[in-house]
């Protein structure tokens, strides 16, 4: 009996040690400007507690009756309660804790091992060493086993030290380099009638080490990327994208303008090595304005999006069956957008390239109104010689 008690504590000692290291919190003490970024970035609120979107998605979908928070798998992937029990198939809904609130947290990505190719969705394969992370340095890719050392000179004055005191860096793993590291949550996902209702169209091939889903989402930026290690620069955690921090993202959509015989043209150039807007409930729009003499004439906007359905008409993720629209930019495309209105000497064309983060015609049915603000991506102005 005793034996057994025992083996219990020992069992829930280890299990609790095991989340205490997981937590993005104990990260925190020696990388607090990456945890400020992640604390503020779409990942770290990817749960329905802080994704408003995400939820109202969720209470529609028939897995919740079900009580099946599949999602967690690439929204909350550290509530191990969860990910045990969808294993197990047994049903469990989102309870308000620590793992929900991390969302997808510094482990949820540090201790990726490599991806598991599937139709459905991919998977990420963890590392079975939990105090192993993975990371990028090109100057120490042999490196699989970073431990902590301190090495003390001759006199004893100067301790050099190397390695975090805290876990293990494995800096070998080519994923962290071409940004494939992403593609477990972010390549594809069908549903069960074979369709994919979000997908990335990237993959090994189109990512290379100097252009990948790192280099465009996580830029350099000013700061140290630990208190006890000093760097200028490291990589930013806030993840820019449609929600957080669009405006880092600018450069890569280019705005041209060309008079032509009759009317004009816009150029819209996509280098995004993905669609330009990925998930179905987004919609983006080109507007145009003309300023004239003191007025402002307002041309018809065009619209860009993803619609997905069932016969013909547009249907919820889990309903649809196929793509009835797609006209959203493709990766690296460049559109000539076509304006039938006469152009006059001295006009200013005005041009917005924004989104709608939830197309105001599913923000209805999902009762989400405080998304249908137009969002403001890129501006450019020409003036008519
Ligand atoms: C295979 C991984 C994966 C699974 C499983 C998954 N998602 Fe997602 N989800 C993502 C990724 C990646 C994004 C971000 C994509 C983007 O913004 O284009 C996302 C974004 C979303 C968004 C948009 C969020 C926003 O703030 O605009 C909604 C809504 C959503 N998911 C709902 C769900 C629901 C509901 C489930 C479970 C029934 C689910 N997802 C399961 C990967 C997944
Ligand atoms: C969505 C995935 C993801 C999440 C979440 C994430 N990281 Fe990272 N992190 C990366 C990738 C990929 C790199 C490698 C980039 C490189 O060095 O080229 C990286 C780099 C780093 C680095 C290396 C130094 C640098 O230049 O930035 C540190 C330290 C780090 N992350 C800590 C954290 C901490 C702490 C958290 C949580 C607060 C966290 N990461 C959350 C993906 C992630
Ligand atoms: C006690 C301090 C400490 C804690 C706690 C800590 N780290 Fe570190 N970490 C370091 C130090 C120091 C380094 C740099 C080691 C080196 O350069 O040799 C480092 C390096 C890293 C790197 C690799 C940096 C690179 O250059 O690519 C990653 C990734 C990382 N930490 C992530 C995390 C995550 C995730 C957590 C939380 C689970 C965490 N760290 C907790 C001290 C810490
Ligand atoms: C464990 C799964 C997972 C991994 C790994 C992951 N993501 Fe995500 N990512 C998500 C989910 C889920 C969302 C949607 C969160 C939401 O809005 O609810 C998301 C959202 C995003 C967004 C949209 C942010 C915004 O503000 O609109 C970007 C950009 C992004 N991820 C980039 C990356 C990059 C780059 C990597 C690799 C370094 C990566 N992700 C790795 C799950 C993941
Ligand atoms: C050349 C730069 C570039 C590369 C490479 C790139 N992206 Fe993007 N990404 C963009 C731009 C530009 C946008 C659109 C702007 C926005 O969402 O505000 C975007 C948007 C996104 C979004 C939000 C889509 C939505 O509908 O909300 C996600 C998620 C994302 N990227 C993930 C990734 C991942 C994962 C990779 C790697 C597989 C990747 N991106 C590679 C530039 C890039």
Request: some cysteine.
């Amino acid at each position: 009996m005793r034996i057994v008690f025992w083996s219990l504590l020992l069992v829930a000692f280890n299990l609790s040690a095991l989340e205490k290291f997981q937590s993005s919190q104990v990260c925190q003490k020696c990388h607090p400007l990456i945890y400020k970024e992640h604390f503020a970035s779409q990942h770290r609120k990817a749960s329905i507690f802080d994704d408003a979107i995400h939820k109202a998605v969720w209470d529609k979908h028939p897995l919740k009756k079900k009580n099946k928070y599949t999602c967690a798998k690439c929204h909350t992937p550290n509530d191990a309660r969860i990910i045990t029990a969808l294993q197990n198939k047994k049903s469990a809904a989102p309870m308000q804790n620590k793992a929900q609130e991390e969302g997808v947290s510094c482990v949820s990505c540090h201790n990726i091992k490599s991806i598991q190719k599937h139709e459905k969705s991919n998977t990420n394969l963890i590392t079975t060493n939990k105090k192993l992370l993975y990371s990028a340095r090109e100057s120490e890719k042999n490196e699989k086993d970073k431990k902590y050392k301190t090495k003390t000179s001759l006199f004893g004055f100067v301790t050099q030290k190397s390695g975090s005191p805290f876990h293990e860096i494995d800096f070998s793993n080519e994923i962290f380099y071409n940004g494939n590291v992403c593609l477990g949550c972010h390549s594809h996902k069908e549903n069960a009638h074979k369709l994919q209702v979000c997908k990335m169209d990237i993959n090994e091939t189109t990512q290379s080490e100097k252009e990948n889903c790192i280099t465009c989402h996580m830029p350099l930026v000013q700061g140290s990327f630990s208190t006890i290690s000093q760097s200028k620069m490291h990589r930013y955690h806030g993840f820019t994208g449609t929600i957080h921090k669009p405006q880092m993202l600018k450069k890569y959509l280019d705005i041209g303008f060309k008079k032509e015989q009759k009317g004009f043209s816009v150029t819209l150039t996509n280098h995004a090595s993905h669609a330009f807007l990925l998930q179905p409930l987004r919609l983006a729009q080109l507007r145009v304005t003309l300023h004239r003499a003191g007025k402002k004439i307002t041309l018809k906007p065009k619209n860009f999006v993803r619609i997905i359905g069932k016969d013909k008409k547009p249907a919820p993720p889990w309903v649809a069956t196929e793509v009835l629209k797609n006209t959203q930019l493709q990766a690296k495309e460049q559109r000539h957008i076509h304006f039938d209105a006469d152009l006059q000497s001295g006009d200013e064309v005005v041009v917005h390239f924004g989104y709608y983060v939830v197309n105001p015609k599913a923000a209805k049915k999902l009762n989400l109104t405080e998304f249908t603000e137009f969002k403001l991506f890129k501006e450019e102005r020409f003036y008519v010689k």
